[in-house]
Each structure stands twice: as structure tokens, then as C-alpha cells.
T-cell receptor
Framework: AQTVTQSQPEMSVQEAETVTLSCTYD???????LFWYKQPPSRQMILVIR??????QNATENRFSVNFQKAAKSFSLKISDSQLGDAAMYFC????????????FGTGTSLTVIP | DAGVIQSPRHEVTEMGQEVTLRCKPI?????LFWYRQTMMRGLELLIY????????DSGMPEDRFSAKMPNASFSTLKIQPSEPRDSAVYFC???????????FGPGTRLTVT
């Protein structure tokens, strides 16, 4: 089975600064999807950003962007101009294109935003 | 659309009681997933359905857990009898055939005393 590793259990950032959350994954497949989900204290899981493996261009959604390094199997999330509302648990996730509906989630990174 | 709907949002029950969690997926979504989240084990897939048919239930912890999807707009996850170690947040999620990602419900926080 594929594995997703988030090596940073906790991170903190000053408001308005930039922070990068790390994610690595293990797969033998060439085509797949990668995602970052945000889970604020309300516990709702919210999709932040997604990346298709065959696309070389890094995905961007407003202040959120990814650094996708396919050869290194790395998928980091950069949050620019951090806001208090960005404080949450962030989960990296992998989904194969070939094996249907199985999603693999990392263990999460808890992000604190310091005013 | 109202998104994925789960009920109840909170459930507190005593050990040995039956617990039923409910989920209404987003209209038009043909895949439905049940996840369990705990501090120790993170997010675990319990079971998922495709077109109302259970496809993979290998994550269901034991026979005390059962899930059904009688139609495209409703699913239940039942625990009978419940145990304190079942205490967790249970998420329902759905997706359609075209979107690559999951839409999650707000979760049900279950506490078994």
C-alpha cells in the first residue's frame, strides 16, 4: 500500500509570514493525485489544494501553493501571508488513478499562527 | 448544495449500547466513504461504497461494526455493542465520478463511557 509521511507533527508561524509544510509519499505508480486538506478546530475537513502527478506545473490557490517534486516523491505546502484563520491541522493525501477510490492520508501537521 | 450531512454531530452512549451514525452524501455522488479519526491512529478508512455496493470493508475493525447503503442518498454505520475504544470522530465523505477529491461531512464525535 502507498504510504504518506508528514514528518512535522507541529509547526508555528508568525502572522503575515510564510510557512512550508512537508509531505513525502511512497508509490510505484506514475499517475496519481495529491491533496492537502485543512482541519480547523471545527473538525471539518476542507480541501485546500490538489495536484495531478502528470502536471509539472505546481498548483496554486490564492495564498496556498505546492512544491511538487515527483522524482523525490515530495509534495510540500506553502502558505504565504499567514493569517490567524490558517491555524489548523493539515493533512496530506494520496490517491491512485488506477486503483480506484483508496485515499491514503498522512498523520497531519498542526499549524499554530502567532499574532 | 448542502454538502455531506451527518447526524448526530455528537453522541454519548454507555458501553454495550447500539450506536447508529447516519450520512447523506452530496446529491449525484456515487461513492461514499466512512472514516474514523483518533489521536492514536489518525484517519482510517473503514469502508467505502460505489453505487450503493460495498467495495472495500477491510478497514472495519470487527464484527461489531456494520455499514449499509440502502439507496444513493443514505448510509448508516452501526456499532453493536459499543465499547469505550470506539470513541472517535467518524467522518462520512463522498465523491462523484469526475472529481478527484473527497468531500467530507462535519463528522460525528462519538463518546462511549
Amino acid at each position: 500500500a502507498q504510504t504518506v509521511t508528514q514528518s512535522q507533527p507541529e509547526m508555528s508561524v508568525q502572522e503575515a509570514e510564510t510557512v512550508t509544510l512537508s509531505c513525502t509519499y511512497d508509490t510505484s505508480e506514475s499517475d496519481y493525485y495529491l491533496f492537502w486538506y485543512k482541519q480547523p478546530p471545527s473538525r471539518q475537513m476542507i480541501l485546500v489544494i490538489r495536484q495531478e502527478a502528470y502536471k509539472q506545473q505546481n498548483a496554486t490557490e490564492n495564498r496556498f501553493s505546492v512544491n511538487f517534486q515527483k522524482a523525490a516523491k515530495s509534495f510540500s505546502l506553502k502558505i504565504s501571508d499567514s493569517q490567524l484563520g490558517d491555524a489548523a491541522m493539515y493533512f496530506c493525501a494520496y490517491r491512485s488513478k488506477n486503483t480506484g477510490n483508496q485515499f491514503y492520508f498522512g498523520t497531519g501537521t498542526s499549524l499554530t499562527v502567532i499574532p | 448544495d448542502a454538502g455531506v450531512i451527518q447526524s448526530p454531530r455528537h453522541e454519548v452512549t454507555e458501553m454495550g449500547q447500539e450506536v447508529t451514525l447516519r450520512c447523506k452524501p452530496i446529491s449525484g455522488h456515487n461513492s461514499l466513504f466512512w472514516y474514523r479519526q483518533t489521536m492514536m491512529r489518525g484517519l482510517e478508512l473503514l469502508i467505502y461504497f460505489n453505487n450503493n455496493v460495498p467495495i472495500d470493508d477491510s478497514g472495519m475493525p470487527e464484527d461489531r461494526f456494520s455499514a449499509k447503503m440502502p439507496n444513493a442518498s443514505f448510509s448508516t454505520l452501526k456499532i453493536q455493542p459499543s465499547e469505550p475504544r470506539d470513541s472517535a470522530v467518524y467522518f462520512c465523505a463522498s465523491r462523484d465520478g469526475t472529481s478527484s477529491w473527497l468531500y467530507f461531512g462535519p463528522g460525528t464525535r462519538l463518546t462511549v463511557t
